[in-house]
């Protein structure tokens, strides 16, 4: 996360009572160095992105989005208690 907005986001944080870790890089360190956790949101994000409505966001209000994005993960769960596999665009 940039300098310029951590301040930003630490006080909005505080304000809806969430705990707060963060990661910093050593600054020593040079090249890649993998951050603690970070797969599991990468890994999110990119099965959100495997619904076609997802891959731009053209809604104007935010609650549209954050209902899409249920539908989406209500869908991802459901397959996975079904054993169904996603059906996936790559192959075709």
Do not use: K, N
């Not at 090249?31 to 104007?60: C, K, M, N, Q």
């Not at 209500?74 to 996603?86: A, F, V």
Request: net charge positive.
């Amino acid at each position: 996360m940039e300098g310029g907005y951590l301040q930003h986001v630490v006080e909005h944080v505080t304000t809806l009572d969430i705990d707060m870790h963060i990661v910093c890089r050593a600054p020593a360190t040079r090249g890649f160095s993998p951050t603690p956790r970070r797969w599991v949101a990468e890994r999110i994000l990119g099965r959100l992105i495997l619904h076609r409505r997802l891959v731009r966001d053209y809604g104007t209000r935010p609650a549209s989005s954050q209902a899409m994005i249920h539908i989406a993960m209500i869908d991802l769960m459901s397959r996975r208690l079904t054993g169904e596999s996603t059906p996936t665009w790559r192959g075709t």
